[in-house]
Structure formats: C-alpha cells, structure tokens
C-alpha cells in the first residue's frame, strides 16, 4: 500500500496518491501481505522485490497497476527520478537516502501534537531530530513516524528514546538460548546546548580492561570505526575515546564549554555549550 506519495516525487507526478494498493510493478505481481507476514522471509522478499522492480536507470519508465480506496483499478506509467538525500553511510552498507520531517496537528482541546517522521536514526538527521523534539516539547504528545525504516528499530528506539528520559532506563530484554541483550536508553534531553551520549571509555588504555571495555572495543571495530571512515571527516574514535578526547573534538566544533554530566557503566553523557 501507498502510504505517502512526496510532493514533486515521480510517483506524485505520475498521479499516485496515498491509499493506493500496489497490484503490479511491470512484470512483477505483488502479493498481499497478511497479520503473519508482519515479521518474516516472505515479508522481506516481497518488499525487496518491489524495490526491485522500482529501481534503475532515472528516466526510465515503470509500469504501475493499483487500486484506489474505492477499489477502482487505475494504471500509471511512473518516470523513475534520482535517489534524493541527504544519505547516510553505516558500516558496510550502501549508502541510504535519508528524509526527515516534522508537522504539527491541533487537538480537540487546542493543543498541538507533533508528529516528526524519519527512516534511519543515522547522523544525516540527528540534528534536526534534536531540533525537533525539543521545539515540540509544549505539544500535548510527541509521535515518531517510523513508516519506511526496514530494520534496525530495536537500536534506534535506544537512541530516540533518551529524548524523553531524565534517568537510564531499560525498554526491553531480548532472550535467545540462555543469553540475554538488554535495550537501554540513555539520556539525550538535546538543546541548543546540546547532550552528547557516548560509550563509556576512560583516557588511558590501562582505564579500558573491563568486561565492558572489552565489548565496546570489538563492537566498534567492527560497526563505529567502519562507519566514521565513511564519513568526510573520519577521525575514527570509535568506542576507545574518553572524556578527554571528545572534550577536545567537541572544542574543535567550536563548543568552548564542555563537562561530563551523568556516567553509567556503560555511557558517558557530555553537556556541551557554545
């Protein structure tokens, strides 16, 4: 189903509106999917399937058959545009494109709610995430529009939820064979100040030993150091930088005031000032 259709996109030109079922993509038959395809290979083949068959050459045509809310049958032929950006490296991965948004709605008793729409929690739109949610925090409720995201939630929701925490807390266990991953969320109240939230690391290598360090050491060589070597800059911290090292990367930012505000066993939260 068509769940929004960009204004000035290919698909809105072409005359495709949101509500549409999607029944073909040229050759490619969509199936529908059911309550047990929530979670699934069959899920996953058929929404890798479809972006399939949308992908290629911009200019190219592709031929779409759906049905509007009515159940009327309708037929585009939908000229294929450029990926838009902005887009985030992670890892190994391709690059994905990136949107964010952020509209307000009134409520039946006069106050506002906001809803902030985004895919990828990924540095390309952290800003204007923080932007964001703290702008909206006069709303009478705040709702993350996640339509679009193909995975990875469980660690996004760590990341996001810190914006509506002022303690640590735990969200949710995750058990599989006698082992067990806890899903944390850390403080992250963003301001124009601005609350950093790193893995805890001391500045020495003697301070970096622990069973923790250990963890963070071998998650960041294989995710964070990867992913900042994507990026311009590159400096590749990774999880080996303590306090000193972000204080002075965060001066480098032009931040002239920068303290530790809150530690954990496992994440050091940084106010910094300009």
């Known amino acids: 189903m068509v769940w929004r259709a960009d204004s000035g996109s290919a698909a809105r030109r072409a005359g495709v509106l949101p509500g549409w079922t999607v029944e073909q993509i040229d050759d490619l038959t969509v199936s529908l999917l059911g309550p ?15 972006m399939r068959a949308l992908r290629g050459v911009p200019g190219t045509t592709v031929h779409v058959v759906a049905r509007d809310p009515a ?4 037929t585009y032929d939908v000229t294929l545009d450029s990926m838009r950006g902005p ?19 009134t409520l039946a008793d006069g106050r506002c709610a906001a809803v902030i729409h985004f895919e990828y929690w990924m540095p390309a739109i952290m800003p204007a995430l923080d932007r964001a949610v703290d702008a909206a925090r006069g709303c009478g409720g705040i709702i993350l529009d996640l339509r679009g995201n193909l995975g990875g939630v469980a660690g996004m929701m760590m990341g996001a939820a810190g914006h509506f925490l002022n303690e640590p807390r735990t969200l949710g ?16 109240r963003a301001t124009d100040s601005g609350v950093p939230v790193e893995p805890f690391a001391g500045d020495s290598v003697e301070e970096n030993v622990g069973t923790v360090a250990r963890l963070y050491y071998s ?18 911290l990774g999880a080996q930088a303590g306090p000193a090292r972000l204080s002075a990367v965060s001066r ?19 106010e910094v000032r300009r």
């Open 87 to 105: 887009f985030s490296k992670f890892g190994n991965l391709p690059p994905l494109p990136t949107t964010f948004e952020m509209t307000r709605r």
């Open 252 to 270: 480098e930012a032009g931040f002239s005031s920068v303290r530790v505000a809150h530690e954990t066993p496992f994440n050091i939260v940084l």
């Open 36 to 50: 047990a395809d929530s979670v699934g290979p069959r899920r996953l083949a058929l929404l890798t399937g479809a």
């Open 71 to 74: 159940g009327m049958r309708r």
């Open 219 to 236: 998650g960041s060589t294989a995710v964070c150091v990867p992913h900042s070597r994507s990026e311009d800059v590159g400096l590749a």
């Open 173 to 188: 266990i995750m058990r599989s064979r006698g082992e067990e991953m806890r899903f944390v969320a850390n403080p992250r």
